[in-house]
Structure formats: structure tokens, C-alpha cells
């Protein structure tokens, strides 16, 4: 009996500690959540009136970009301390009758100046109500950041639950162009 109350109060410890590395405030204060929302906006968020994936990042975009990354949350975030590699989950509002989220999940990696060297978004969720949003979410980053497969959790593999809206089997996330690109049916060429 010892045993098992002691594997379940060390079970509860382990996942609380592995919980807590994934909380913003455990790697990043209040100014630089602001700071990192707005540094993925232009990949997270929708392009700014104008803009093109190539025009994007020019200034006069910059305030739009900012009001944007005002509307998202940075809900879980995670620096991999053996490759550096800075994991994220953010979340926006996205368009339904009810309020509803969607989560954007990635990683990128920084050089010495601050600079995004890297950016991979690793998915994107479907839109949902936050509590289960919040659930499924931390459950697909802590996978994520192990590196453990989530094709299970695919739209094609995961109904009637619904978890990864993208990628799928028309769209991945191009890591060269840093964007969502769908692919042209492979059974016609």
C-alpha cells in the first residue's frame, strides 16, 4: 500500500513540475510576452491590409502587426535547454457564434541578437470553446516538445474528436516560405 501512495504522490509531483515548464511566466515576464507575441505576428496572425507574405515585415505594417498581437495569448511556452529551441502555443479568437479559439502551435530558434534564425509552426488546432481548447492544447504542446508523433491527432485520424486542423492531407506548413501552402492533389500530376 506504501508503494502505491508513494508512486501516486510522486506521479502528481512530476507532472505538476512538467506542467509549470511549460507556463509563460515561468521564461518570460509580462513585457516579454507582449515582446514575443509581437514578434510572431506576422507569421500567427492574418496579413495586414496590403500586405503580401513578401511586404510584410515592412514598417508600415508594424502597427497593425501590433494591434493584432494584442489580441492573442501566449498560453504555454517552452526553451528546450538542450537545443535551444523555443517552444509556443498561442491562441486567438477566431470568427464563430459563440466565442471560440483557435491555438497556433510552434517553435523557433534565436541568434545572439534576438533574431528569428528558425520558425516552424507544428500546428494548428480547430476552433473551439477555451476550456477544451486549453485541454487539448497543453496535451498536443507537452507531445510537441517531446517530439512524439500527433498524426493520430489529424482531423482524418482523430473523428468524432477534433484536435489538428492543420496540417492535413492538403496542407503543411512550408518551413523555407514560413507559411501554410496547400498542395496541389498529388494524384493528378
Known amino acids: 500500500m506504501k508503494y502505491y501512495f508513494a508512486s501516486f504522490v510522486f506521479l502528481i509531483l ?8 511549460i507556463e509563460t ?5 509580462k513585457q516579454e510576452i507582449e515582446d514575443f507575441k509581437y514578434s510572431v505576428s506576422r507569421y500567427v496572425g492574418k496579413l495586414a491590409k496590403k500586405a503580401t507574405h513578401e511586404t510584410k515585415f515592412e514598417k508600415r505594417f508594424d502597427r497593425e502587426y501590433q494591434n493584432q498581437s494584442q489580441n492573442m495569448e501566449l498560453i ?6 538542450k537545443t535551444e529551441e523555443h517552444f509556443f502555443a498561442i491562441s486567438k479568437i477566431a470568427p464563430s457564434l459563440k466565442i471560440k479559439k483557435t491555438a497556433t502551435v510552434g517553435k523557433l530558434k534565436k541568434d545572439s541578437q534576438g533574431a528569428i534564425i528558425y520558425y516552424e509552426e ?9 476550456p477544451e481548447l486549453l ?5 498536443l504542446f507537452m507531445k510537441s516538445i517531446k ?5 493520430k491527432y489529424y ?3 482523430s473523428q468524432p474528436e477534433f484536435y489538428i486542423e492543420f496540417p492535413d492531407e492538403f496542407t503543411y ?6 507559411k501554410w501552402v496547400i498542395q496541389n492533389d498529388l494524384s493528378n500530376e
Open 135 to 139: 485541454e487539448k492544447t497543453k496535451l
Open 14 to 21: 512530476f507532472s505538476c513540475s512538467k506542467s509549470s515548464e
Open 25 to 29: 511566466h515561468t521564461y518570460l515576464n
Open 147 to 151: 517530439g512524439e508523433d500527433l498524426t
Open 173 to 178: 506548413f512550408d518551413k523555407q516560405k514560413r
Open 76 to 81: 504555454f511556452y517552452y526553451i528546450n535547454p
Open 122 to 130: 507544428i500546428f494548428r488546432t480547430w476552433k473551439m470553446e477555451e
Open 155 to 157: 482531423t482524418q485520424n
